[in-house]
């Protein structure tokens, strides 16, 4: 069982359209990071936030932390082919001493032109 | 170069025989890990590193083993290779802006044991 639970599994839309990734759990996490990861590759960090409620914005992404730090999303504006992906979630529970990080399942995304 | 760097890219190895995967960094971060990936899995970490000479396991840490003798460099050795160890391992580390900042990962090892 994911201690992370992303939905949805999978997302084909067309460039252009929006999107939102979800992220969730029963668990707090003291942070939470959005990775996205493309084939044969290793994932790369996209953000990261670390205050409930806080909202983080890079160009059309926008990432929203749940005020009681225990989910996220993840919306896409206008989405381009380029943001094909797989985007995982990441979280560190607050008992953690040593930065190990529960990893979603991840949600496989593909924007077609 | 790359600031972390996985070895080798890509193995095939047969069941039983002890296989080593590297891991090597030049960001100069203290904290090192182990994933594997699997289709429905997700990330699994497998076994972490706090400092030289310093691990523990991870949640799937059966059948492997770590070493790291240097800042640099962490070692996965699978001790008697399986096909339930057939995946995608990744390394990552953490320690620049930040312990719970974010990692950083290598470009993965896959092997797959016949």
């Known amino acids: 069982t994911q201690l992370l639970e992303q939905s949805p599994q999978f997302l084909s839309i067309q460039e252009g359209e929006n999107l939102t990734v979800y992220c969730n759990s029963s668990?707090?996490?003291?942070?939470l990071q959005w990775y996205r990861q493309e084939p044969g590759e290793g994932p790369v960090l996209l953000v990261t936030v670390v205050t409930g409620g806080e909202v983080k914005k890079l160009k059309r992404l926008t990432f929203q932390f749940g005020d009681a730090r225990k989910d996220s999303s993840l919306h896409i504006t206008a989405a381009q082919p380029g943001d094909t992906g797989l985007y995982l979630c990441?979280?560190?529970?607050?008992?953690?001493?040593?930065?190990?990080?529960?990893f979603g399942a991840g949600t496989q995304v593909v924007v077609t032109p | 170069d790359a600031g972390i760097t996985q070895s080798p890219r890509h193995k095939v190895t047969e069941t039983g025989t002890p296989v080593t995967l590297r891991c090597h960094q030049t960001?100069?971060?203290?904290?090192m890990y182990w994933y594997r990936q699997d289709p429905g899995h997700g990330l699994r970490l497998i076994h972490y590193?706090?400092?030289?000479?310093?691990?523990d396991k991870g949640e799937v840490s059966d059948g492997y083993s770590v070493s790291r003798s240097k800042t640099e460099d962490f070692l996965l050795t699978l001790e008697s290779a399986t096909s339930s160890q057939t995946s995608v391992y990744f390394c990552?580390?953490?320690?620049?802006?930040?312990?719970?900042?974010?990692?950083?990962f290598g470009s993965g090892t896959r092997l797959t044991v016949v």
């Open positions: 990441a979280g560190a529970q607050t008992t953690d001493s040593w930065g190990k990080l529960q």
């Open positions: 590193s706090y400092g030289v000479k310093d691990t």
């Open positions: 990552a580390t953490a320690g620049g802006t930040g312990l719970f900042y974010g990692y950083t």
């Open positions: 668990s707090v996490f003291s942070s």
């Open positions: 960001e100069n971060h203290r904290y």
